[in-house]
């Protein structure tokens, strides 16, 4: 069974940058597609970046790309969510979620993915 946490959420002002970490144990976690979601507040849990096993494929939604990078470090049993040029309405609590035999087009899918974490708040003030 793995096990996700996040880490590296915080208080960040609009055009700052944080990064998110999520650490897995309990499992293979270099077989396992890697994602991020996030929720904001009254709002559903929408995908924002995912990462293939080996690192070489990612997806990123539309709001993001640009701003936002996504890389793992399989040694270390850790994905990544750099966030850079935050926006208010980047304040979202911020998930973790992992997978196996994810195929590319379910990659930004929710009920993709079986192992989540239980979420780190990032809140960007105007």
């Known amino acids: 069974q793995v096990q996700l946490v996040e880490s590296g959420g915080g208080l960040v002002q609009a055009g700052g940058s944080l990064r998110l970490s999520c650490a897995a144990s309990?499992?293979?976690?270099?077989?396992?597609?890697v994602a991020w979601f996030s929720q904001g507040p009254g709002k559903e849990r929408e995908f924002v970046a995912a990462i293939r096993s080996s690192g070489g494929t990612t997806r990123y939604t539309d709001s993001v790309k640009g701003r936002f990078t996504i890389s793992r470090d399989n040694a270390k049993n850790t994905v990544y969510l750099q966030m850079n040029s935050l926006k208010p309405e980047d304040t979202a609590l911020y998930y973790c979620?992992?997978?196996?035999?994810?195929?590319?087009?379910?990659?930004?899918?929710?009920?993709?993915?079986?192992?989540w974490g239980q979420g780190t708040q990032v809140t960007v003030s105007s």
């Open positions: 979620a992992a997978g196996s035999g994810i195929i590319l087009s379910s990659m930004v899918r929710r009920d993709s993915y079986i192992h």
């Open positions: 309990g499992g293979t976690f270099s077989r396992y597609t």
